[in-house]
């Protein structure tokens, strides 16, 4: 049962909350500062005081508000309010630690399946230009009821093949949560299954466009770079990168151009005319990538002063 004193104290203090599909309340972190609202809540939790928090962005997490208000510098009159409601517990430094992620336990795959649902799945990948080769290589599956109900699952592994995120895709028409992504880190690399590290190297926003782009494309799962992808880029050999996120995440484009050109790498910035890679199609990507040339330090300089 939420405790709605508890969720209206947090606003106050950390700005009206958001509620997420997953039931949490999502605010603008303290420790990060992000544009938006990537820090979630979980006000669920029976057991008084407890309540796990963790910023997508940044990556910080724990288990009680106090640290929250520590860090947002709540007044005292607002921290002595928080501990009416969840008591004095010793603060500890313990941070939450997940489970080892696992499929959903209704994954089912999609080649080979009879089910009328498995059909329905098979034809929006069609439609979104994923092939059957594509399905058996990412381990492509969907769900037809749980959590994850009329879901494509996209499974993400690490460089020796365990299991490190998974994207959940709804494949109905006009449905009410078209995501829905586990309560796990981020901070991982996806696709790192299929990463040659030798080999030039896309970064593109999400599971769709690299499958789409065909060859050493990375998903952000959004529009930043964690901190582990960031660390493996910088100290691998990789020479040339290629970013190729949509036109309104310019800024961050432009940040890790200049990031990486610091770094000694070869950067294209990929400008990609109002589509997403998986919406243009693997020859028309091609072609664009082909005809975009390397990122010289005045180049970024005026894109930069074309964002004031």
């Known amino acids: 049962m939420i405790n709605e004193l508890l969720v209206n104290l947090v606003n106050s203090v950390l700005t009206p909350g958001k509620r997420t599909a997953r039931g949490n309340q999502a605010y603008h972190c303290p420790y990060c500062n992000h544009s938006k609202p990537k820090l979630e809540v979980n006000f669920t939790e029976n057991k008084k005081g407890y309540n796990p928090w963790h910023c997508w962005v940044c990556n910080k997490k724990g288990s009680r508000i106090t640290q929250l208000f520590k860090k947002a510098g709540a007044s005292s009159e607002k921290y002595q309010d928080l501990i009416k409601l969840i008591g004095e517990e010793k603060e500890s430094n313990e941070v939450i630690k997940f489970e080892k992620l696992e499929l959903p336990k209704e994954y089912e795959k999609i080649i080979g399946n009879s089910d009328i649902l498995a059909k329905h799945a098979f034809s929006y990948l069609k439609k979104r230009g994923v092939t059957q080769d594509d399905i058996e290589k990412y381990n492509i599956g969907f769900c037809s009821t749980g959590r994850y109900a009329s879901m494509i699952i996209i499974p993400s592994y690490d460089e020796v093949g365990n299991l490190n995120y998974f994207t959940g895709r709804s494949f109905q028409q006009n449905p009410y949560i078209k995501y829905r992504n586990p309560e796990t880190s981020r901070d991982i690399i996806p696709f790192e299954l299929f990463i040659n590290w030798e080999l030039p190297l896309i970064l593109c926003e999400g ?36 970013i190729a996120l949509d036109n309104d995440a310019m800024k961050q484009s432009l940040k890790f151009a200049e990031e990486f050109m610091n770094e000694g790498k070869e950067v294209y910035l990929v400008e990609l005319e109002g589509k997403d890679p998986s919406e243009m199609g693997f020859s028309h990507f091609t072609n664009l990538i082909q005809n975009t040339f390397p990122l010289t330090p005045y180049r970024l300089m005026g894109k930069k002063l074309q964002l004031i």
């Open 207 to 242: 599971p769709f466009d690299a499958m789409a782009i065909k060859r050493n494309a990375i998903p952000l799962l959004g529009k930043n770079i964690q901190k582990n992808l960031m660390k493996k880029i910088v100290t691998s050999t990789v020479e040339k990168i290629y």
